[in-house]
């Protein structure tokens, strides 16, 4: 680690952030997407690399170039995100899932284009495998963060999700709030701890959010540690 990191407060740790958006391949030359910028999950990156940690920055479909100064892995489906993920975490000390994972995919991809045919088509969709579920039932020292955009209810959503997911924090948004949706450079989250709700953060950019999150998530880790 550099000089001087000894005093921040994740030198040392393995810090694994995902963001943007999944590609779920229909054939070579179509896929089912989303809105995604990965604005929020570089910002997290950022703003955990700053706190002195070794970041691991695993990035599906993004807008915005990718941060300096970590290791990035590039994915495209939730299954990739899945194995990048389950790579990473046997020594990751803290996983922040700021991606948007795709809920279903096309149940078969075609290897070639698909021909156009007869009037109508239908795409079967299946679900994918919940990245966040999945790892947080087989959490062991990880401190997990996850996040939940809602439109509606957000306060029961987020609650549902944490013990659900089994996350330590989690983020939740309005993503109807002017200024907290995707693509937006500001951001207005309420954070969740196990205990139920922390704070209210106030309308700010994504890399002061960013800063605000990490810093409740690595005192949150340190007292666990303890
Ligand atoms: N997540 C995940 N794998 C998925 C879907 C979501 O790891 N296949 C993660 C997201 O990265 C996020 C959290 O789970 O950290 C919540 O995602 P969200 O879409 O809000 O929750 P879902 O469980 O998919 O529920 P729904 O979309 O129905 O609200
Ligand atoms: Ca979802």
Redesign the pocket.
């Known amino acids: 680690s550099k000089p001087g990191n000894g005093s921040l407060p994740l030198a040392g740790k393995k810090v694994v952030v ?1 963001a943007g958006g999944t590609i779920e391949r229909i054939d070579p030359v179509r896929y089912i997407t989303n809105d995604s910028s990965g604005k929020m999950g570089a910002a997290l990156a950022q703003a955990a690399r700053d706190l002195g940690a070794d970041v691991k920055l695993i990035a599906g479909k993004v807008q915005i170039p990718l941060p300096p100064g970590m290791d990035i892995i590039r994915i495209e489906s ?1 299954e990739d995100m899945y194995e990048a993920c389950l790579n990473e975490w046997a020594d990751t000390d803290m996983l922040i ?7 279903y995919r096309p149940k078969s991809s075609s290897p070639r284009k698909i021909k156009k045919g007869g009037e109508h088509m239908a795409l079967e969709l299946v679900k ?6 999945t790892l947080g039932s087989q959490k062991e020292h990880q401190f997990l963060v ?5 439109t509606n209810d957000i306060d029961v ?1 987020a609650a549902e ?1 944490l013990q659900r ?1 089994n996350c330590d924090l989690l983020v939740a948004n309005d993503v109807t709030q002017a200024g907290a949706g995707f693509g937006t450079d500001t951001n207005i989250v309420r954070l969740f701890g196990r205990e139920g709700k922390i704070a209210d953060l106030p309308k700010q950019s994504k890399a002061d959010t960013a800063r605000d999150i990490l810093l409740e998530a690595s005192r949150r880790m340190a007292e666990g540690a303890k």
Request: net charge negative; proline share 0%; aromatic share 8%.
């Open positions: 995902t939730a899932m700021a991606a948007a994972i795709a809920d994918t495998v919940d990245v966040l579920q996850g996040f939940a955009a809602e959503y999700k997911k």
